[in-house]
């Protein structure tokens, strides 16, 4: 009985050989271009050459027609530039519009790089797709291949299969007529009669690269959708991790057992002891005893406001001519700092160089705000001004009697540390172009107090001439 269920199986996985189509060998392309011209006429449709190289005028031989893939590529550029023109459309006018300078939401111009990108990328997807889907690729097995003859396709000979498949085809006839093509050989080629099945060894080596594909993809998942205490796996170190100590944390380095190490008694590091020149780094002849007004924190102006709208809303029955004139309000900052010894004399030396220096820190750090000419009107002081938001105090003009009598010191401070709206630039500036901002200072000061009439004609020709 089991010798009978074998052999069942057996007789059931071995189908019976089907003719799938004749095959004629010839060993000259001119040959095989007269032969394919004559098969062309003869009314065959399924059939085809196989040559070692590419031969020119075979498609014409054969009748083949124009390919599509063209109308394909054109299709998938198309649909990649509507795709992009459309999502930069949505994406900028219509879910998250942002105006920027009162440029467009949506310009055409500047959608163009994107549009032809991905213009290419779909053109290039359908190109690539498009001909594989065509010539029915990949296809990795024929039964062709099985022929001991066709095996010299790729060296020195060239092949006409004619498909069984063909309205036209017919074993005895076809053969004939292939015969009168005075082909080298020609033979028949059959369907394989051996289990379309995978071998198990295969099978089971497929199957366990899927299920760690997906265990792999469900890992990533988890990850993602969970937190952990453990920084995330970093395939690529770069520099992300060094081997440097973290703060506040212990070490076996040191025998204290800690990481940040104490500042040596006696010492100072290099380039922070400022009290061996105190006019250059702090803009006094010397400390005070009192050194907390050297560094001062921006003054509260909330707190003068307040006040100064106190006093405007205060009700009075008295007539304005009756009113009794306001006691002028003194900053008790402002006074303590008019005491303090400023320099008046600049602690660096004063070149052409540090001039031009300081032109160049000024129109980055101050034009901005004090205007290129000093006079408080710069873009962003001038648009403050438009809004009318009640919270832009304007600048003081440079030229003002008050700034100019102001020592060289006490500017060096208020950029050190600020000054009413106006915030410290101490962090940014270093004090080297402090400096040079207040000499560039001095000289546009000074050329609003020189009547053009007093200079002299030499002075005019190298002012006009200095860039």
Not at 89 to 109: C, H, Q
Not at 135 to 155: C, E, G, H, M, W
């Amino acid at each position: 009985m089991a010798t009978t269920i074998e052999q069942h199986e057996e007789t059931k996985a071995k189908a019976e050989p089907e003719l799938l189509g004749l095959l004629a060998e010839f060993d000259d392309p001119d040959e095989l271009i007269e032969a394919s011209m004559k098969v062309r006429d003869a009314g065959y449709r399924k059939w085809d050459t196989h040559t070692p190289f590419p031969l020119h005028g075979i498609d014409e031989a054969m009748g083949i027609k124009w390919t599509i893939l063209p109308w394909i590529v054109a299709g998938c550029g198309l649909t990649g530039g509507t795709i992009a023109v459309g999502m930069q459309y949505f994406m900028n006018a219509v879910d998250y519009p942002f105006l920027i300078s009162g440029k467009p939401l949506f310009s055409i111009p500047a959608s163009i790089p994107i549009t032809f990108e991905l213009s290419v990328l779909l053109a290039a997807f359908g190109a690539f797709f498009g001909m594989l889907g065509l010539n029915q690729l990949p296809k990795l097995y024929n039964p062709i291949f099985k022929s001991d003859a066709f095996r010299r396709v790729t060296n020195d000979r060239f092949f006409i299969s004619m498909d069984a498949k063909d309205a036209k085809f017919s074993e005895i006839d076809t053969g004939e007529f292939l015969k009168s093509l005075k082909p080298i050989h020609v033979e028949e080629f059959w369907s394989d009669t051996e289990s379309a099945k995978l071998p198990r060894s295969l099978t089971l080596g497929l199957s366990l690269v899927g299920v760690v594909m997906l265990l792999s993809v469900g890992l990533v998942a988890y990850l993602r959708t969970t937190t952990s205490p453990n920084p995330r796996i970093h395939i690529i170190q770069d520099m992300d991790f060094q081997p440097s100590l973290k703060a506040q944390n212990t070490t076996n380095l040191f025998p204290d057992g800690r990481e940040i190490r104490p500042n040596i008694k006696g010492t100072i590091p290099r380039g922070q002891f400022k009290d061996d020149n105190i006019p250059f780094y702090y803009g006094l002849k010397y400390l005070p005893e009192d050194q907390d007004v050297v560094v001062i924190a921006l003054q509260d102006e909330k707190k003068a406001d307040d006040k100064k709208a106190t006093d405007k809303k205060a009700p009075t029955d008295k007539t304005p001519a009756e009113k009794p004139a306001a006691p002028a309000v003194v900053d008790p900052i402002a006074a303590k700092l008019d005491k303090l010894p400023w320099v008046t004399e600049f602690p660096v030396p004063v070149t052409e160089k540090l001039m031009a220096r300081g032109k160049e820190r000024y129109r980055i750090y101050c034009s901005a705000c004090h205007g290129l000419g000093g006079e408080g009107d710069g873009l962003v002081s001038l648009r403050a001004m438009e809004l009318l938001q009640g919270t832009w105090v304007k600048p003081a003009s440079y030229h003002t009697a008050n700034v100019r009598k102001l020592p060289i010191g006490r500017l060096y401070h208020s950029i050190t540390n600020g000054v009413r709206k106006m915030p410290a630039y101490g962090s940014q500036v270093p004090p080297e172009d402090r400096w040079a901002i207040i000499l560039y200072l001095k000289a546009l000061q000074k050329s609003h107090q020189i009547d053009a009439n007093t200079i002299s004609e030499a002075e005019k020709r190298k002012l006009r001439d200095t860039k």
